[in-house]
């Protein structure tokens, strides 16, 4: 399995900033997909980040709110953007190691964010 | 689309009792499935996962599952549950061609009493 770290793992930020967390894996892998989980609620998909293209949004999510860079195979961020005491979460950075169609994800521990 | 309901929001055991949760998904044909848990301030760690074969899967830390196509039911069982377990389990659901993109349940938070 592989080691993906995510930082910051926690922060408190005001509202109207913007956060970038980061995610680093120790391999390199072709898929990378960041999470929100709200608070009490299960895991949504915001987006696919593949290498050397831009990302894919999941429908209710868009780039202007949350960018994300992946410039290599084992680096990825995501920005929460303008933020509202609404994206207060848990951000987590997930990975599809062999990039293979029964590959199952890994995920980091996650960034706890409050916003307010 | 797809979608996946655990029923149970919180359940309660015993230390050394066993253990069901229970996992429902809606598909048109069969997914890929998973059991995820994730203990406090912790991210999600695969428990097990069925993609086909044989429909009861063994997992890590003792648990395993049993996919029921009739009853398009994952239901994860451990036979004697440790103290130790008590942690947040999500069921979820990939589809072929699209398995890495998985939709998620609610979760069943699970309490170990001693």
């Known amino acids: 399995s592989a080691v993906i770290s995510q930082k910051p793992s926690r922060d408190i930020c005001q509202r109207g900033t913007s956060l970038t967390i980061q995610c680093q894996v120790d391999?390199?892998?072709?898929?990378m997909f960041w999470y929100r989980q709200q608070p009490g609620q299960s895991l949504t998909l915001i987006a696919t980040a593949n290498q050397g293209s831009e990302a894919t949004y999941e429908s209710g999510f868009v780039i202007d709110k949350f960018p994300i860079s992946r410039p290599n195979l084992t680096f990825s961020t995501l920005t929460v953007s303008n933020m509202s005491p609404e994206d207060s979460s848990i951000y987590l950075c997930?990975?599809?190691?062999?990039?293979?169609?029964?590959?199952?994800?890994?995920f980091g521990n996650g960034t706890r964010l409050t916003v307010t | 689309a797809q979608s996946v309901t655990q029923p149970d929001i919180h359940i309660t055991v015993s230390e050394g009792a066993s253990l069901e949760l229970r996992c429902n998904y809606s598909?048109?044909?069969?997914?890929?499935l998973f059991w995820y848990v994730q203990s406090p301030g912790q991210g999600l760690q695969l428990l097990l996962k069925y993609f086909s074969g044989d429909t009861l899967v063994q997992g890590i830390k003792g648990f395993e599952a049993e996919f029921k196509r009739s009853q398009s039911s994952f239901n994860l069982r451990k036979p004697s549950v440790h103290w130790s377990d008590a942690a947040e389990y999500f069921c979820a659901v990939g589809i072929p061609g699209t398995a890495s993109k998985l939709t998620f349940g609610t979760g069943t938070r699970l309490q170990v009493t001693l």
């Open positions: 391999s390199q892998v072709t898929m």
């Open positions: 598909y048109g044909a069969t997914p890929y």
């Open positions: 997930s990975v599809d190691i062999s990039g293979t169609e029964n590959s199952p994800l890994h």
